[in-house]
């Protein structure tokens, strides 16, 4: 049978084990914010019920989604992102807790995308959800998580792309726009096909004045937070929910900057995110050198509600660990993963000696040593060539000499080194090699 017929399928990957190195690296530092920041670690299901998504996942992502009917002829989805999952699980699980509630993820999604760089039809996630305060001081929260996982990662040039959906959404309410329309000019928005955009507020009847206040707002972006503010307030002073939201995000600034927080904000009151479920404030995370985004969240303060629960705010920040990956390989970023663990070898060269090997390897195991044992029966002087292209540092030798005597022979592969002694000298002998 020929072996093209069992490709990975298009858009998956196979990974390598460096590759999953450094994408557990990632995700080691993740969860070390869940403890930091006291976020608990939930697993929900791989597989929803499409009716999870549909609702409120956004045109595009509805057709994308891995879709189908199970044995009980109900439609069901590879979850394409979590947030709606951690929003079923709360109201399964956690109605009766104390609010905030929370709570961590790191899971794997689908989507049905175009194949490209940093674009995988399989990819991971992690999740932040902060469940239960509707005040800013959550906002600044996620916001405080998003930059710290950047620095401990070893980023220096980084920012977050940040805007209040509800500053856009405002005016367009003020317009009579409905909600399907609103959600279709923001999906464009998201893919910046603004004209278009344009053209179907045009063809609703949106008044000129309206589109050329909504034209100004996409060109206000950048660092000049304090300019950008004053810019944005001229222009939706005469919507009052743009207002409420820029009032919103003007307080999440403040205490950032009253904090001394240091986040890395660059405004852009054109940005919108494809999801149709977000309330407030909206961000992504981008690097120097990679043009797609490596994370990004919001506040969602109705997507409780939505499926039947009782309206909890929300404020969530979702990083992608594949993209992450991707882009400290871009900025060169060495990961400080853990290669010190001596490694050893054991190589029994008689029939006699293999479950000597075994009790061996079990000691040297328990002292935290990672440690082989030959299972290829090469012969000694193949095993050690072996050990040496491999990184072994020590290679240990057990033949029916060592049986006799009870000892082991250790040969350290780096200086060549080699010594006939009992099991715990040896032990101490690679404990105490730096």
């Not at 977050?160 to 009579?176: D, M, R, T, V």
């Not at 939201?245 to 900057?257: D, M, P, R, T, V």
Request: net charge neutral; charged share 30%; hydrophobic share 40%.
């Amino acid at each position: 049978m020929s072996k093209e017929k069992f490709k990975v399928l298009r858009g998956l990957r196979d990974l390598l084990p460096e590759e999953v190195e450094k994408m557990n690296y990632v995700k080691s530092v993740i969860r070390e914010l869940f403890t930091l920041y006291g976020y608990k670690e939930i697993i929900t299901p791989t597989l929803e019920s499409y009716d999870l998504f549909e609702a409120k996942a956004g045109e595009e992502l509805r057709h994308r989604m891995y879709t189908f009917k199970d044995l009980g002829n109900r439609k069901v989805a590879l979850r394409p992102e979590i947030t709606p999952s951690v929003a079923r699980f709360y109201i399964n699980h956690m109605l009766s807790k104390p609010k905030p509630v929370r709570l961590g993820y790191i899971s794997n999604c689908f989507r049905y995308d175009e194949p490209q760089y940093g674009r995988y039809r399989e990819f991971w996630q992690g999740g932040f959800e902060l469940i239960g305060s509707p005040n800013p001081e959550a906002d600044v929260e996620i916001l405080s998580i998003a930059d710290m996982l950047m620095r401990r990662l070893g980023f220096s040039d980084y920012y977050l792309k940040l805007n209040h959906i509800g500053i856009l959404k405002g005016i367009l309410i003020s317009e009579n726009v409905s909600e399907k329309t609103q959600n279709t000019v923001l999906g464009l928005f998201d893919k910046l096909r603004y004209e278009e955009a344009i053209k179907i507020l045009e063809s609703n009847g949106v008044t000129k004045k309206c589109i050329d206040d909504i034209k100004e707002l996409i060109n206000l972006k950048g660092q000049q937070i304090e300019l950008i503010i004053r810019n944005v307030e001229e222009i939706v002073n005469k919507y009052p929910i743009s207002l409420e939201a820029l009032s919103n995000l003007k307080n999440i600034i403040k205490i950032i900057e009253l904090a001394e927080l240091k986040i890395p904000i660059r405004l852009d009151l054109g940005f919108a995110r494809g999801l149709e479920y977000y309330t407030g404030i909206i961000f992504e995370c981008f690097t120097s050198k990679m043009k797609l985004s490596v994370g990004g969240g919001g506040r969602y303060d109705n997507l409780i509600e939505t499926f039947g629960g009782p309206h909890v705010p929300a404020v969530g920040y979702a990083p992608g660990i594949d993209r992450i990956v991707l882009a400290i390989e871009e900025e060169g970023i060495n990961l400080p993963i853990d290669r010190k663990k001596k490694k050893v070898i054991i190589i029994p060269i008689s029939q006699n000696a293999i479950p000597n090997a075994f009790k061996v390897a079990s000691k040297f195991r328990e002292a935290q040593f990672i440690t082989e044992i030959d299972v290829a029966r090469k012969g000694l002087k193949k095993m050690l060539s072996y050990a040496s292209s491999c990184g072994f540092n020590y290679a240990i030798i057990i033949g029916e000499t060592e049986l006799k005597n009870e000892k082991i022979t250790l040969k350290n592969l780096e200086r060549g080194a080699q010594y006939t002694i009992t099991v715990e000298e040896a032990i101490n002998i690679v404990r105490d090699d730096i």
